[in-house]
């Protein structure tokens, strides 16, 4: 099954680069656009900005930017997994935020409180036994228990996503239960794809800081920026890719047991 996650999710995105920037393209671009209009307006941000220094009107330019790329999130991956599922296509210019998307963005952000509601108790305990531990002690133990206890359970959970944005909306509960089995494989198949492109973002990031020397610190910025974006969307496609193989997985799975049954 591992096996089976990695390569749909693989051939998915690669034999259908095409869709990849239709899905992607224009959303993207309006994000291009907009950092660079944050840029331009904040200038260049490092470690010694001083956060206060940033004009109120630069802070909701970065407040537009996100709100953008949060709804940019929830209308790429619904149209991906519409397209991995249902073979719908969308347009060359493809921005479209509706009913659907905004019931999707609400999946998503309850699965993000769903996941931090988790993570605060473990987070909490390993904090107090912190006093009878090294700091890296600890640390690594917080990182172990979420990773290996509670991230494949959520991942499981992340089946709600590909049911809501084929209009086939499933409780948590029951998404959890579809998923068994499946995520242990579904978390490493994300981690497997996406270490590479990870790997390779920050060696040209490395790279680009080495090249840009004596450059303005905006020109380096925008081109990290640029290649960064690139490199998410491969990785963010791949994420949703995954999700999907393992929804069919595991329609299939149930289908399976409800005809032997």
Excluded at 71 to 82: E, F, K, P, T
Excluded at 139 to 151: D, E, P, Q, R, W
Excluded at 239 to 255: D, H, K, P
Aim: aromatic share 10%.
């Amino acid at each position: 099954m591992f096996k089976r996650l990695l390569t749909d999710s693989f051939s998915l995105v690669f034999q259908n680069l095409d869709m990849v920037f239709k899905v992607c393209g224009t959303w993207v671009g309006i994000q291009i656009m907009l950092s660079f209009v944050v840029i331009l307006t904040v200038g260049p941000i490092d470690e010694a900005t001083d956060p206060a220094s940033i004009p109120a009107g630069a802070v909701l330019l970065l407040l537009l930017n996100v709100t953008v790329a949060i709804l940019a999130a929830a209308s790429i991956a619904v149209a991906w997994h519409r397209f991995a599922m249902l073979g719908e296509r969308p347009a060359t210019v493809f921005v479209r935020f509706g009913a659907l998307e905004a019931r999707f963005l609400w999946k998503m952000i309850l699965l993000v409180l769903i996941a931090i509601g988790v993570s605060i108790p473990v987070a909490v305990v390993f904090s107090l036994l912190g006093g009878a531990f090294p700091l890296g002690v600890s640390m690594s133990a917080t990182f172990a228990v979420l990773l290996f206890l509670i991230m494949p359970h959520l991942m499981r959970l992340n089946l709600v996503l590909p049911a809501a944005a084929l209009e086939r909306p499933i409780g948590f509960l029951e998404a959890h239960r579809l998923g068994q089995g499946l995520g242990w494989r579904m978390l490493w198949a994300v981690i497997v794809l996406s270490l590479p492109f990870w790997l390779g973002g920050a060696l040209i990031d490395h790279v680009l800081s080495l090249t840009g020397t004596g450059l303005p610190l905006i020109f380096v910025q925008i081109k990290v920026m640029i290649l960064n974006v690139l490199l998410q969307i491969l990785v963010t496609v791949l994420s949703i890719s995954v999700i999907t193989a393992g929804y069919r997985a595991a329609t299939e799975q149930a289908m399976t047991q409800a005809f032997e049954d």
